[in-house]
């Protein structure tokens, strides 16, 4: 009768086991799943907002709100603009080099 109870408890406890490693398995696919990221280029066409004083050929951050949360990005704007903190920019390019976004003001 014992090694009944045993096998029960040994077969119980590996079910468990099994259902938390399927479970925990799942959580963490959908982290790198590669069709929910959202590739640099496919940023192009959207729109960001500033959150720097402003933005220059050589410097500028905004953020990107891609459903998921903001994300927070380099930008620059080769011309003269008036983009500062909370203005809104369309984004023209991307330079994959220095991972650094081109963008204009809307």
């Known amino acids: 009768m014992g090694r009944i109870k045993r096998l029960a408890a040994a077969l119980a406890g590996a079910a468990a086991g099994a259902e938390i490693a399927r479970r925990s398995y799942k959580a963490v696919q959908t982290l790198f799943d590669p069709h929910t990221k959202r590739a640099q280029e496919n940023l192009i066409g ?34 003269e603009n008036t983009l500062t903190r909370d203005s809104d920019a369309l984004i023209v390019g991307y330079d994959a080099d220095n991972n650094v976004y081109e963008v204009e003001p809307l």
């Open 46 to 79: 959207q729109v960001c907002t500033i959150s720097t004083l402003k933005v220059t050929e050589r410097f500028g951050q905004a953020f990107f709100d891609d459903g998921a949360g903001d994300l927070i990005l380099q930008v620059r704007c080769e011309a």
